[in-house]
Every structure is written in structure tokens, then in C-alpha cells.
């Protein structure tokens, strides 16, 4: 069986369903009119009373526009629809939580942040998803700034999560410190400046940031750069090197890779330090074949796939993070976050071929929960 004729059977992997057995006559009148009449008021004279008296308490909005779906690109709302159902079912299934896929078709950012916005009644939390970089960033800073309940952007904070967290244990096993080692990252979209950025929280001071364009250094003219690329440009890099992503490796202890498939080859890896740490997260295809990579002297080597040893995956991450904040109804703040990597982190004993818990551990997920909610801080 493949995957289109598992859909088919399925047609649609989430459902709504009752939390009521059997009705009769005194219950439906309880439970909608004339009964529910009593808790709309309720609801209208305190907003707060619908997390009491309805779902909103546990649910989340996914939302998408299509415009980054995992390796296929900008392929609109009705191709994300699919992919939101999964993040729904994996939601519930991880973090017990009512998630429905919301797939909008428009990718003005102005429109997506009004509309999102204005779903805030019927939702405890909103997940952003597969938006793309620089509109993501900008979406995501100002719901943040005007919703009253916690709004996550997996693809930049999940990842930032499960990355930083593989990272220290991978270091964990070669004996390096964070803040005497260097670091590459190719690709500076959603994933990529929220890496950057978690990395150096935790103590990485030696950062290089690459893309199509080559090296992010300060010679680069800002009028060229996004906003969010001109901060990474004035706090990474500090020895300012140019060039590519070739130049940038040599020396390098860590490759992190957010970009696309098959880009790195033997005499780039040769070109790094002793026994490197190489992240190809990169999807369907990562940057190099793991096995390769071992081959031309990586000591540990971590891929975006569940078919190699070592994955890196946001499931460990994200329905933890967004349980603890909906059950505190805070907004999700980098203490939090930070408490979810040390949380996975530590979730686990690494070993070189499983430097991360796995993501069936329910252990794991509680641990991400309790410690999110104990470093929220609730609205």
C-alpha cells in the first residue's frame, strides 16, 4: 500500500467527535437551547469562561498558506491540507491536544496575521506551519504582539528546539565545549536564523551562516539583506570570512545543514576539524548520504529522515512545548523554549547512533510538557 491509496482509505486522518453518549430531552435541552443560552453569557461577560465551559481549552489552529511545504516548495493551500491533517493527528496523538488544519488561501502577510487574529475565540493556541522565510518571521512577531494566547512557529522554534538539543548531546559525546567550537549553517530560512540564534543562547560563539548568496559577512550591503539577515550579519562571523559554503567549512566542527539535498562532498568534509558533527536535515534529501559522511571521517551524522539512524525530528518537540503553554495560557517566551531543549536533552542517554530520545517515548513528551509549563509565564 502506498501513501495516496492509504489517504484514500482513510479520507482524512482527524474527525470530529462527541464528548456526549446518548441524548435525551433533558440533556439537549441542556446542552444547546434553551440551556446553553446561560453559558454563551457566561462566555460574553468573561472570554475567560471559554475555557472553562467549551473546547477552546485544548485546541490549537494549525495554520498554513502553502507557501514552504516540506521539500515540494510553494505548493498552495490544497496542497498543504494533507500535511496539516498529519501535524493534527501527531497533536493528538503526542500531546493529547483537538488540533484542526486551517489552509488559507492567501500568502499576504497582512491578510494571514488579520485572519489569525480574529480565529482567536475558538482557540487555545495557534501553530503556524510551513510559511515561508521572510513573511514567516514578521507573521509570527506580530500575533505574538497582539494575541492573547500562545503562537508557535514549528518550523522556526521546533527546529530550533530539537537541533540545539541533538547538538549538546552530540558534543556530549566528543568532549567539545559550545564555546570553542565552529559552526556552519547552510540555509538561513526559518529554520536556519532561529538555529543560529538558540545556538549562540547556548554558548556557540564561532558562527558561519550561508545560503545561495555564499557567506553572510559584514562586507555584504545591508540595502541587500532582509532585516532579519542584517542582525545575523553584525552578530555571526566574527573572523568575517567570504566566500561559500566551501570556505566557510574549513575548520569547521559542525555542519548544520536547512537547505537542500546532495550539496556536500567528500573534500568539503575533509575540510573541517578532526571527527565533525554533521546535521543534514535536509529533506527528502539531506545534504550528504550519512553514510558517506561516516566514510569521509564524520564521527556523527544526524538526517531529517526516519530511514537513517540518528533523526532529527520536531515531533520530539512541539507537542510538548505547545500543551505546556495552552495549559498556562502563556505566550511561548525563550525561557520556555530553552527549558524544552535541556528537557529532550537530557531525556535521553546519547549514544553516536541516537543522539536524541525517540519520538514513541511518552516520557519524553511529558518531560517537555512539565518543564515548559513550570518555565511559563502565564498571561
Not at 72 to 87: D, F, H, S, W
Not at 185 to 191: F, H, Y
Not at 256 to 264: A, D, F, R, T
Not at 344 to 370: G, M, Q, W
Request: charged content about 20%; hydrophobic content about 40%.
Amino acid at each position: 500500500m502506498d501513501a495516496k491509496e492509504l489517504h484514500k482509505i482513510l479520507k482524512g486522518k482527524i474527525r470530529t467527535i462527541s464528548n456526549v453518549d446518548n441524548l435525551n430531552e433533558e440533556s439537549l435541552s441542556l446542552l444547546y437551547t434553551p440551556g446553553v443560552a446561560d453559558v454563551a453569557e457566561g462566555c460574553s461577560k468573561d472570554p475567560e469562561n471559554t475555557f472553562l465551559y467549551t473546547r477552546r481549552w485544548n485546541t490549537v489552529g494549525i495554520i498554513s498558506d502553502g507557501s514552504a511545504v516540506l521539500g515540494l516548495g510553494n505548493i498552495g493551500p490544497y496542497g498543504a491540507l494533507p500535511v496539516m491533517e498529519g501535524k493534527a493527528l501527531l497533536f493528538n496523538l503526542f500531546g493529547q491536544l483537538d488540533a484542526f488544519p486551517i489552509c488559507l488561501n492567501t500568502q499576504d502577510p497582512e491578510e494571514i496575521v488579520s485572519i489569525v487574529k480574529n480565529l482567536e475565540p475558538s482557540f487555545g493556541g495557534i501553530n503556524l506551519e510551513d510559511i515561508s522565510a521572510p513573511r514567516c518571521f514578521r507573521i509570527l512577531e506580530e500575533l505574538n504582539k497582539t494575541m492573547n494566547i500562545p503562537v508557535f512557529h514549528d518550523d522556526q522554534q521546533g527546529t530550533a528546539v530539537v537541533v540545539t538539543a541533538g547538538l549538546l548531546n552530540a558534543l556530549k559525546l566528543t568532549g567539545k565545549e559550545a564555546k570553542n567550537i565552529k559552526v556552519v549553517i547552510n540555509g538561513i530560512g526559518a529554520a536556519g536564523y532561529n538555529i543560529a540564534k538558540f545556538l549562540m543562547d547556548f554558548g556557540v560563539i564561532n558562527l558561519v551562516l550561508v545560503d545561495k548568496n555564499g557567506v553572510l559577512n559584514k562586507n555584504v550591503p545591508e540595502s541587500s539583506l532582509h532585516e532579519y539577515h542584517q542582525e545575523l550579519a553584525k552578530i555571526t562571523n566574527p573572523e568575517n570570512i567570504t566566500g561559500n559554503l566551501s570556505d566557510a567549512l574549513f575548520g569547521a566542527d559542525v555542519f548544520v545543514g536547512v537547505s537542500k539535498g546532495n550539496i556536500l562532498n567528500e573534500e568539503m568534509v575533509k575540510k573541517m576539524n578532526k571527527n565533525p558533527i554533521i546535521f543534514a536535515l535536509a529533506n527528502p534529501l539531506p545534504e550528504i548520504d550519512p553514510i558517506l559522511a561516516k566514510s569521509f571521517g564524520a564521527s556523527i551524522v544526524a538526517t531529517g529522515r526516519s530511514d537513517y539512524p540518528n533523526q532529527i525530528n520536531n515531533l520530539i518537540a512541539f507537542p510538548g512545548i505547545m500543551k505546556g503553554a495552552i495549559e498556562k495560557k502563556s505566550k511561548i517566551t525563550k525561557k520556555m523554549l530553552h527549558s524544552a531543549i535541556l528537557a529532550i536533552s537530557n531525556s535521553c542517554i546519547p549514544t553516536p547512533n541516537r543522539i536524541l530520545p525517540e519520538a514513541y517515548d511518552k516520557r519524553l513528551h511529558l518531560n517537555v510538557y512539565e518543564a515548559v509549563k513550570n518555565a511559563s509565564e502565564s498571561n
